[in-house]
């Protein structure tokens, strides 16, 4: 099973209750696909750049990305600039924010 085979993701459909439409989680990170993402870990680690896939329990591949933390000051400290594809697992994600961080 190649790469892309093993992240594939189900386009899943949106659903209306009482006239209202409701967008699914998953859907949003759909359509984040190829686009900037800021990924914020319980470990207060964070993470910028390009998604590449994710599966079912939300584990996510990203590509040139960059980690930071957050200092004794409360500023973002950079940690390292990673290049290629790194995989961050589901169960460490607190937040994920399509677009990317706004301040770096």
């Known amino acids: 099973m190649n790469f892309e085979e093993q992240f ?6 949106t659903h209306t209750i009482m006239g209202l439409a409701e967008i699914l989680p998953l859907e949003v990170i759909d359509k984040t696909i190829n686009q900037k993402v800021w990924i ?26 960059t980690e930071w933390t957050i200092n004794d000051k409360n500023e973002n400290e950079l940690v390292m600039e990673h290049h290629g594809r790194l995989l961050l697992s589901g169960n460490n994600i607190n937040m994920l924010v399509p677009g990317g961080k706004k301040d770096c």
Do not use: M, P, Y
């Not at 964070?46 to 990203?62: A, P, R, S």
């Open 8 to 13: 594939h993701v189900t386009t899943h459909t």
């Open 40 to 65: 914020i870990l319980q470990s207060n680690r964070e993470f910028t750049g390009t998604l590449v896939g994710f599966d079912d329990f939300v584990n996510v591949i990203i590509e040139d990305a």
